[in-house]
């Protein structure tokens, strides 16, 4: 269930009069619904639509009890908030007997910080329809109410993706602004309306026989037929105007004028013929939308002058709630147990009207105050807002609107609030904090950040020194601090967050675990490894007490990412896998923020090399972000696809994934100007630039690099930033191209001191990396060897690979070496830190292995302008310091039995090391293999 108010009473069809007149040819067109996707009843007020809907349920409840579900929601104008509309409508359908959790995937995706676009939203909720299999008949009544562009072609998208167990009906005055006109010339729709509603003549002898026992004259019902036409609520009030008139319809015969007219005519014939009592009680209760008999007392001890009535007692407001049911009097019960009610519309509409001209404005204000009072001490703030608006208390209105602003803005019913706002005078509300405030969300929500800051500064003034001080502080913190880190300000957004959490009410959970998640993010990004973790920790922890998967899953996303970032490869992989979990905790619902941690899964299997699983997160990822629309996450997806492409020797396609990664940026700029002009939002963006270049420097192109790097200013006195390191690298690796040796030392040997006093394992291991290169080319041996021993101490634990074979020539160059100096028993102990030799042999040997696949399938993409290395004239495997041993033995002459006994190992053993000696040596004999080692000068 959301975790805010709703209504019940919208969720029950009106409860049906026993007096009513059936209409079983209507009741029978209305089943034809069972063949359609939609149902339309369009009319005016007052044809009975309701009720006919009301009647054909109890119809079908009893043709097929159980077998066919009703969900019903009644609207109001206050549902034009897009999640607020959506919300009532899957509540209505766990008011049909699916369940409380039906629709939460779909409802969790608004309350995530980064919500898709309305349709995709609702494929989860189509999806999830769809499979719960049944008959579902969802009824929207009054749905002339809604006019939001944004929920109509949302409906729009759900009526046109209806599963086929799904039937909705939409009642209201006017035809919705549907497609109507596509869904008819398919045969899809099911129509009703005014001259289908409208009371024929037998009808009409029908109703006034039952109502109250009046047989009609020809002349009568000619009467009749002119001027009311068949119109339902006109024949009621006509039926109850004529209760105590001998002279039956003379007082119609020279009425001129149109329905309204009518309406209001034969309203004030029905009132003049109610006690004072009554007619006080009708005109009072007519400013509300809903009442109950505790609520309709707390109006009837206000001091209005209402033709001279006497206070009504509580036990009176039911008596009179019960006398206005037995007479039909436009009352409609809006629950089971018939405790709450409103009027008919129109009739309410014409007793408001009437109450105005019969009381003062100052009386009017008592009434709506009181209301409003009553509606708040009960909890009913959303519905108190409206009449201490009416009531002129704008103080009052503004705290109502105060105390809802969190659980609105948690509940992403931004609509709602803006509409609430707009109420105020302009003047009030810059003069206000708590509607300054409001006002500050609803910018944030829309992503407007510079209005958003401009309007939570201005509450921070004008709450300065208030009582309110330090609940509003809170919240502009919390709004400057994801202004500050949508910005890039990660300090400041560190600040803001941290103080914005020492303020807020620990009952905030959601509010709580994104500032969590912001502070997350902002350390991980300023390279802060352990406040990071601690951060995202406890943001996962109130996702969880939240109840939102679609937050928890974005949370481990970022949490995967920060491993990712500090080189912790392994604990990325056992974070990011926790989403299929949680996913599969959804029913397989695909969840939007999966497409996060499946881009940075790809990252993981792209530096193990493991390419075909790679790609696999890689499609998952491209796959989610093209569902959800996401636009950023998608330019991520292209990233990392072009690296992947780059990775597996397709060039062409992957300069076309840049393409159109840049023609996605250049046409989804940030909507806050803020944005466009900031330093560090042009540096992220480059990005695109930047890997391009790289590619191509590495296919031996150094053009796109020079221009890159002059554009951009990058030089070696650069500082190194975690998020911006890849300009730097490009720039160490252009310098090996133009062998201007010095300069690449100088800046890779900072960015090694950089990386090692912040535990930046993945610029530590490519800076290591580089610099061997450097040394290499500047002709010190020993000096790059034992760099690179260094580069393979850095990248085992973790084992990094992509470095080694994007640069494959080089790699086997250095590995030679390497066996070579551990044939010497020349092994430098302390640079490897006590790493066994066998387990560094053995990555070597992995290594040699991925580049043999790369060489094979045609991948290598090595520029020898930096590696100054020849690709060797035949690759091979590594073999293990024992395999060299036995190898030595087989060499001088010693057979199997007699290396079995030096080794002190059976001769089972003995033959499976020569068994792997051959394979991994080409040979198919021990002659071939000890002459395949000479070559190779393995031994």
């Known amino acids: 269930m959301p975790d805010f108010s709703l209504l019940q009473t919208k969720f029950h069809p009106p409860h049906l009069h026993p007096d009513r007149v059936n209409r079983?040819?209507?009741?029978?067109?209305?089943?034809?619904?069972?063949?359609?996707?939609?149902?339309?009843?369009?009319?005016?007020?007052g044809y009975g639509k309701s009720t006919l809907l009301s009647e054909w349920l109890e119809e079908q409840k009893n043709l097929s009890p159980g077998k066919t579900k009703i969900a019903w929601l009644s609207l109001d104008e206050n549902d034009n908030d897009p999640v607020r509309f959506w919300v009532y409508l899957v509540e209505a359908l766990r008011h049909s007997g699916y369940g409380d959790s039906v629709g939460q995937i779909f409802l969790d995706t608004q309350r995530s910080p980064q919500p898709p676009?309305?349709?995709?939203?609702?494929?989860?909720?189509?999806?999830?329809?769809?499979?719960?299999?049944?008959?579902?008949?969802?009824?929207?009544?009054d749905f002339q109410m809604i006019t939001a562009p944004i929920i109509l072609d949302g409906l729009t998208f759900f009526v046109e993706h209806l599963p086929n167990n799904l039937h909705l009906i939409i009642a209201g005055r006017k035809?919705?602004?549907?497609?109507?006109?596509?869904?008819?010339?398919?045969?899809?729709?099911?129509?009703?309306?005014?001259?289908?509603?409208?009371?024929?003549?037998?009808?009409?002898i029908r109703f006034f026989e039952q109502f109250n026992h009046i047989s009609l004259s020809p002349q009568d019902l000619t009467l009749l037929d002119q001027r009311l036409e068949g119109w339902v609520t006109g024949?009621?009030?006509?039926?109850?105007?004529?209760?105590?008139?001998n002279n039956r319809l003379n007082h119609l015969r020279d009425f001129q004028g149109d329905d309204r007219y009518i309406l209001?005519?034969?309203?004030?014939?029905?009132?003049?013929?109610?006690?004072?009592?009554?007619?006080h009680f009708l005109l009072v209760t007519s400013i509300l939308d809903r009442f109950n008999v505790d609520l309709c007392q707390a109006l009837m001890s206000v001091e209005a002058d209402i033709n001279q009535a006497q206070p009504i007692d509580v036990q009176s407001c039911g008596e009179i709630i019960q006398l206005l049911q037995q007479s039909n009097l436009f009352l409609v019960a809006l629950d089971p147990q018939a405790s709450w009610f409103r009027y008919h519309h129109l009739f309410a509409r014409l007793l408001y009207e009437k109450l105005k001209n019969n009381i003062s404005s100052t009386e009017l204000s008592k009434l709506h105050a009181r209301a409003s009072h009553w509606l708040d001490m009960h909890g009913l703030k959303a519905e108190a807002i409206p009449h201490a608006l009416a009531s002129g208390d704008l103080n009052l209105a503004a705290q109502l609107v105060f105390d809802e602003v969190s659980e609105l803005i948690e509940q992403a019913q931004a609509v709602t609030l803006l509409s609430w706002l707009k109420k105020f005078p302009e003047q009030f509300i810059k003069n206000d904090a708590r509607l300054s405030l409001g006002y500050a969300w609803v910018y944030l929500y829309e992503l407007k950040f510079s209005l958003a800051n401009q309007w939570a500064n201005q509450a921070l003034l004008l709450a300065h020194n208030t009582p309110l001080d330090q609940v509003i502080s809170a919240q502009c913190d919390a709004i400057n601090a994801t202004v500050a880190i949508n910005q890039l300000e990660f300090r400041q957004s560190i600040q803001l967050s941290q103080r914005a959490l020492q303020n807020l009410p620990p009952d905030r959970l959601l509010l709580k675990s994104l500032l969590f998640l912001n502070l997350g993010d902002a350390n991980s990004l300023l390279g802060n490894f352990k406040e990071a973790i601690f951060s995202f920790e406890n943001a996962l922890t109130a996702s969880r007490l939240n109840q939102n998967p679609m937050l928890e899953v974005l949370i481990i996303g970022s949490l995967g990412e920060l491993y990712l970032r500090f080189g912790k490869l392994h604990l990325a992989e056992k974070t990011l896998t926790q989403v299929l979990e949680v996913e599969r905790t959804t029913g397989g619902q695909p969840l939007l923020a999966c497409a996060k941690a499946y881009i940075y899964l790809t990252r993981v299997y792209l530096e193990w090399?493991?390419?075909?699983?790679?790609?696999?997160?890689?499609?998952?990822?491209?796959?989610y972000c093209k569902l959800w629309g996401h636009q950023q996450h998608l330019l991520d997806v292209y990233m990392v696809q072009a690296e992947l492409l780059f990775a597996t020797g397709e060039f062409e396609v992957c300069f076309q994934v840049l393409d159109q990664a840049e023609r996605i940026l250049a046409a989804t700029k940030f909507r806050d100007p803020v944005l466009n002009n900031t330093?560090?939002?042009?540096?992220?963006?480059?990005?695109?630039?930047?890997?391009?270049?790289?590619?191509?420097?590495?296919?031996?192109?150094?053009?796109?690099?020079?221009?890159?790097?002059?554009?951009?200013?990058?030089?070696?006195n650069r500082p190194m930033v975690m998020l911006f390191s890849q300009p730097l690298f490009l720039l160490a690796e252009y310098l090996l191209v133009l062998k201007q040796t010095d300069q690449a030392r100088v800046l890779l040997e900072r960015m090694i001191e950089t990386a090692l006093q912040n535990d930046w394992l993945p610029q530590l291991v490519m800076a290591q990396f580089l610099l061997s290169l450097v040394l290499k080319q500047n002709g010190e041996a020993q000096q790059s060897l034992a760099c690179f021993k260094t580069c393979l101490k850095y990248a085992l634990p973790e084992n990094y690979c992509r470095v080694f074979i994007e640069k494959s020539s080089l790699t086997q160059d250095f590995i030679n070496d390497l066996l070579a100096d551990y044939k010497k028993r020349q092994i430098d102990s302390e640079s490897l830190q006590q790493t066994s030799h066998d387990i560094v042999i053995s990555f070597c040997q992995h290594l040699l292995q991925n580049i043999q696949v790369l060489e094979h399938n045609g991948n290598k993409v090595e520029n020898t302008a930096i590696t100054g290395a020849q690709k060797p004239q035949e690759s091979y495997e590594v073999l293990s310091p024992r395999e060299i041993e036995i190898l030595h033995m087989v060499a001088s002459g010693m057979n199997n039995e007699a290396i079995a006994s030096a080794l002190y190992l059976s001769n089972n053993t003995i033959k499976t090391h020569l068994k792997r000696i051959f394979a991994r040596l080409g040979s198919s004999n021990r002659m071939e293999a000890v002459n395949r080692a000479r070559d190779l000068k393995i031994i």
């Open 264 to 279: 209001e005519f034969l309203t004030q014939e029905v009132l003049q013929h109610q006690e004072t009592r009554v007619q």
């Open 175 to 204: 035809d919705p602004l549907l497609p109507l006109a596509r869904y008819r010339a398919y045969g899809q729709v099911l129509e009703i309306h005014t001259r289908d509603l409208r009371f024929t003549r037998d009808e009409v």
């Open 24 to 45: 079983p040819l209507l009741i029978s067109r209305l089943s034809g619904i069972f063949h359609c996707k939609l149902g339309i009843l369009s009319a005016p007020a």
């Open 679 to 716: 330093e560090q939002i042009d540096k992220y963006f480059s990005r695109f630039e930047c890997i391009r270049a790289r590619f191509l420097l590495l296919r031996g192109d150094d053009k796109a690099a020079m221009i890159f790097i002059k554009n951009h200013q990058i030089d070696i």
């Open 235 to 245: 024949m009621l009030l006509t039926s109850l105007s004529l209760q105590d008139q």
């Open 609 to 623: 090399n493991r390419l075909d699983d790679a790609k696999k997160y890689c499609d998952l990822a491209l796959n």
């Open 117 to 141: 676009a309305w349709e995709q939203a609702l494929v989860l909720l189509i999806n999830e329809l769809s499979a719960l299999g049944g008959c579902l008949i969802l009824i929207l009544d």
